[in-house]
């Protein structure tokens, strides 16, 4: 079984430009996340989508960040403008309605660098 | 609002080691508790999940436990090994009405641990 898939792996950018992170869960999970991860912080729930529809996105910065699922399989995450302190991992990750427990699995995440 | 608190910050041990990391958290209505290990530069693999009407879950080397009432966890590690160092975080996922979760994750800010020959 192939796990959750993220591009890029790296990205950096001049703060005030835009970037956009992918993520593909694992087939037939219907809960996919987004996490950012500071550095030497655990990680911190920016958007959960239960299929294509928001669960929660209450920690999520609206004015600079956005984030689709279209047909409730792939997802997007989007910065823009960037800022400074917008460096950090971000993670995917996805569970299933058989994951017991409802675990989460996680993507190997895009380190981004805003200089 | 869920804190999630995990001590030591840091850990370095000689090989052969057993050790123990802590997990504490302030609300303790759970659904359940998940143990992950994280490679510098990677993602994050989950360990061993733990269930809130359970007490602990083994795998391998690794024990975790679990004490609901008092708010912590530990994971137990026999006989380290140099391949264990990696960051330890721990999470829970909150209880819903029902007793089903949906609800996020709350990280503790992780263990390093090095494990030196």
């Known amino acids: 079984e192939a796990g959750v898939a993220q591009s890029p792996r790296y990205k950096i950018i001049e703060k005030r430009q835009s970037v956009a992170f992918w993520c593909n869960p694992i087939s037939g999970h219907a809960t996919l996340y987004w996490y950012q991860q500071i550095l030497g912080q655990g990680p911190k729930l920016l958007i959960q989508f239960q299929n294509n529809g928001v669960v929660d996105d209450s920690q999520l910065p609206k004015d600079r960040f956005s984030a689709e699922r279209l047909k409730g399989v792939d997802s997007t995450l989007k910065i823009q403008p960037a800022k400074l302190e917008d460096s950090a991992v971000y993670l995917c990750a996805s569970s299933g309605l058989a994951s017991v427990g409802r675990e989460q699995f996680f993507g190997p995440g895009t380190r981004l660098t805003v200089l | 609002k869920q804190e999630v608190t995990q001590i030591p910050a840091a850990l370095s041990v000689p090989e052969g080691e057993n050790l123990v990391l802590n997990c504490s958290f302030t609300?303790?209505?759970?659904?359940?508790l998940q143990w992950f290990r994280q490679d510098p530069g990677k993602g994050l693999t989950s360990l061993l999940l733990i269930q809130s009407s359970q007490r602990e879950q083994t795998s391998g080397r690794l024990n975790a436990s679990l004490d609901k009432s008092s708010g912590r966890s530990t994971l137990y590690i026999a006989a380290s090994q140099p391949g264990d160092s990696a960051t330890y975080l721990c999470a829970v996922r909150p209880n819903n009405a029902g007793g089903t979760s949906y609800g996020k994750l709350t990280f503790g800010q992780g263990t390093i641990l090095t494990v030196h020959p």
């Open positions: 609300d303790s209505a759970i659904y359940n």
